[in-house]
Antibody, heavy 121, light 107 residues
Framework: QVHLVESGGGVVQTGGFLRLSCTAS????????MHWVRQAPGKGLEWLAV????????YYGESVQGRFAISRDNYKKTLSLEMSGLSPEDTAVYYC??????????????WGQGTLVTVSP | EIEMTQSPATVSVSPGESATLSCRAT??????LAWFQQRPGQPPRLLVY???TRASGVSARFRGSGSGTEFTLTISSLQSQDFALYHC?????????FGQGTRVDIK
């Protein structure tokens, strides 16, 4: 079955940089787009970014456009999110998720357990 | 950016009763809408996509409907495991956006 494991979360100071990773298994990784979604404490979900199955196309949410960069390595079956210019408002659990449609970017159908990022003032 | 508004913010329902959750988009998205359930401490779980297609393994007690800008998730015969947070998500236009969530509480 689909298994997604995020890593790289932790505490970082305002203005800092962090790189998150997601290791995938149990499905044809190179066939599906992949998403990053976050959830601030006690809040709803915020979609951040998606990358196409082959890594050639990326789309971002307005709040992270220009600060975050999504990438993937289909050989290593890993997804990454580089985050810069972090502020306390970026404090959240960050989820990686598999897209539900092959060769597309639509809705996430499988999610990891998430990794917590805390940005200190 | 399309904004998604879910209502109500919280709904209190007795076990065995039904709950109706609403999701409204600021622009038409056809049927490009998904619903997710999130239990405390857990990641979201896909319930419905294409506005009305249940995901694999999802109980028939969950029914999605709607198109355009107005969508509904109806949960019938609520069971203990259904008391959770529910999110809608549009994927009809970039960027993808989520609603703020509706919490289903035990009455």
């Amino acid at each position: 079955q689909v298994h997604l494991v995020e890593s790289g979360g932790g505490v970082v100071q305002t203005g800092g940089f962090l790189r998150l990773s997601c290791t995938a298994s149990g499905f044809g990784f190179s066939t599906y787009g992949m998403h990053w979604v976050r959830q601030a404490p006690g809040k709803g979900l915020e979609w951040l970014a998606v990358i196409s199955y082959d890594g050639t196309k990326t789309y971002y949410g307005e709040s992270v456009q220009g600060r975050f960069a999504i990438s993937r390595d289909n050989y290593k079956k890993t997804l990454s999110l580089e985050m810069s210019g972090l502020s306390p408002e970026d404090t959240a659990v960050y989820y990686c998720a598999k897209d539900g449609t092959p060769y597309s970017g639509t809705f996430p159908d499988s999610w990891g357990q998430g990794t917590l990022v805390t940005v200190s003032p | 950016e399309i904004e998604m508004t879910q209502s109500p913010a919280t709904v209190s329902v007795s076990p065995g009763e039904s709950a109706t959750l609403s999701c409204r988009a600021t622009q038409t998205i056809g049927t490009a809408l998904a619903w997710f359930q999130q239990r405390p401490g857990q990641p979201p779980r896909l319930l419905v996509y294409g506005a009305s297609t249940r995901a694999s393994g999802v109980s028939a007690r969950f029914r999605g409907s709607g198109s355009g800008t107005e969508f509904t998730l109806t949960i019938s015969s609520l069971q203990s495991q259904d008391f959770a947070l529910y999110h809608c998500q549009q994927y009809g236009n970039w960027p993808i956006t989520f609603g703020q969530g509706t919490r289903v509480d035990i009455k």
